[in-house]
């Protein structure tokens, strides 16, 4: 039970730190990359990073609704991503919080930031400066769209994951396959257990 808090705290000082560098980088940039085009290409890096943040949603989700057993056949069979998509399953609980809680909560708050300066510009493109009600009415509109998009993408995205979670994540499997073979990152190390074996332990 010690250990089992123990990795937990670990984790989570982990997932912080990651969280702090991921989220400053991000926030780099994204102000590099607005500070220095107009509104529509600004509009268009705001829905980019909504659906980022939409699309690792779907995967977390998808991790903690997969069963692992479907890849125990796929990867007797040696396909390519299978014992990665096991890995997956087997830390359901840490792949998801880093896709939802970590990249996910990310997007959403260099969305909004991104969102601000993108108001600002359409508004002053109109002839109106920070504080007029023109921005104020496209401030109001276009939070409103973001927020739509987050929220309908995100429940298309749950539906999605819990109905074809194991094609998502055997997909997923072949893109870690990928990264392990031709570029030598290792995402989780190969514990040999099974999410019931890790379950009994703690």
Same mark, same amino acid.
């Given at each position: $039970? +010690?250990?089992?808090? %123990? *990795? ?7 997932? @912080?730190?990651? =969280? ?5 980088? !991000? ?24 659906? $980022?943040?939409?699309? !690792? ?8 609704? @997969? ?9 007797? %069979?040696?396909?390519?991503?299978? +014992? ?5 399953? +087997?830390? @359901?609980? +840490? #792949?998801?919080? #880093? ?13 909004? =930031?991104?969102?601000? !300066? ?35 993408? *995100?429940?298309?995205?749950? =539906? ?21 073979? /031709?570029?030598?990152?290792?995402? !989780?190390?190969?514990?040999?257990? =099974?999410? /019931?074996?890790?379950?009994?332990? *703690?």
């Amino acid at each position: $039970m +010690r250990n089992s808090w %123990k *990795k937990s705290i670990n984790f989570s000082l982990t997932i @912080a730190v990651i =969280t702090l560098v991921l989220a400053a980088i !991000f926030s780099i940039i994204s102000t590099w990359i607005l500070a220095g085009v107009g509104w529509a290409i600004g509009m268009l890096i705001v829905f980019i990073i909504v659906f $980022m943040g939409i699309f !690792f949603d779907t995967i977390g989700v998808a991790a903690t609704a @997969a069963d692992e057993t479907p890849f125990h056949s796929m990867s007797a %069979k040696k396909l390519p991503g299978a +014992r990665h998509a096991m890995l997956i399953t +087997r830390n @359901a609980d +840490r #792949f998801a919080s #880093f896709c939802n809680d970590v990249i996910g909560d990310i997007s959403g708050i260099i969305s909004g =930031t991104a969102s601000a !300066f993108v108001v600002l510009q359409l508004a002053l493109s109109f002839g109106h400066g920070e504080g007029s009600l023109v921005q104020f009415v496209v401030s109001v509109v276009f939070t409103s769209v973001i927020a739509a998009l987050t929220v309908g993408g *995100k429940s298309i995205g749950k =539906t999605l994951a819990i109905h074809f979670s194991t094609p998502i994540i055997y997909h997923v499997g072949r893109i870690l396959y990928v990264l392990e073979v /031709k570029l030598k990152i290792k995402v !989780f190390p190969d514990n040999g257990k =099974t999410k /019931k074996q890790e379950k009994n332990e *703690k």
